[in-house]
């Protein structure tokens, strides 16, 4: 391979070719492709790491990607806002297996565009349930409302879950509902798009009241698609 400036560039076995852009540095290149400054500059005896010029190809050593990971682990990109905490989080993982799987990452300057090696947990197990993936603004509280079961049902069924840190495109186990939830005279109605209880009580010819009595865990304010509630018999 003959790089931007004439030079012949023939990356040894084990390192890949890489084209200097503006604001590289090969400690950038080493966080960024997890390696060390000194495998980058003995793959390339011959380049000046003060004068890298933008064009300029060089080789890099050992950057994980698909089929380099450890057995049981997975490349990964880092994003922006990305942390091992956050990461262990999103992949059902620890911070420590995670750091195990990257010995010489250091997790205190993850660089965009930065490959990792993610251990392969699968999603928690569930039993009975289902799994559910975190989105923008859930809590534990409206799933909890929107699949007709208790907070303390959902926390139980994930250990170690922490509430107030769910992270968007966390998977998490939903336990089932349990049978017979309405309380005598009143039976399941599951909510659909426009309801709202003062519809329900109109349709189903009961009080508003009534429906707050026989869901005193409901917030009729927040009412989601697919929660079941109770609608008492009039």
């Known amino acids: 391979m003959f790089g931007r400036y004439g030079i012949n560039q023939t990356c040894p076995s084990g390192t890949q070719p890489y ?18 400054v000194a495998a980058i500059m003995a793959a390339n005896p011959n380049v000046d790491p003060n004068r890298l010029m933008i064009g300029q190809v060089v ?29 262990a ?30 251990p392969g947990a699968p999603g928690p197990s569930c039993p009975g349930g289902q799994l559910y993936t975190i989105r923008s603004g859930d809590t534990l509280y409206a799933l909890a409302n929107r699949f007709n079961v208790t907070v303390a049902a959902i926390m139980a069924a994930n250990p170690g879950i922490d509430p107030n840190r769910l992270q968007i495109g966390q998977v998490i ?32 010819n ?5 429906l707050l009595d026989a869901n005193p865990g409901v917030n009729p304010d927040a009412l989601q698609i697919g929660q ?4 008492p018999r009039a």
């Open 19 to 36: 084209t200097i852009r503006a604001g590289d540095t090969f400690y950038s290149l080493a966080i960024r492709f997890n390696t060390t």
């Open 59 to 87: 080789c890099i050593p050992g950057a994980p990607g698909p089929g380099e990971c450890p057995s049981g682990t997975q490349p990964y990109t880092i994003r922006a806002g990305d942390t091992f905490y956050s990461l």
């Open 89 to 118: 989080i999103r992949f059902n993982t620890t911070v420590a297996a995670i750091m195990a799987a990257n010995p010489n990452v250091d997790p205190n300057r993850l660089q965009i565009g930065q490959v990792i090696c993610i």
């Open 173 to 204: 186990c939903i336990p089932a509902p349990s049978p017979g939830r309405c309380p005598s005279g009143s039976s399941e109605y599951t909510i659909r798009a426009g309801d709202t209880f003062f519809s329900l009580a109109r349709r189903f």
């Open 206 to 210: 009961v009080s508003v009241q009534a």
């Open 228 to 231: 079941v509630i109770c609608i």
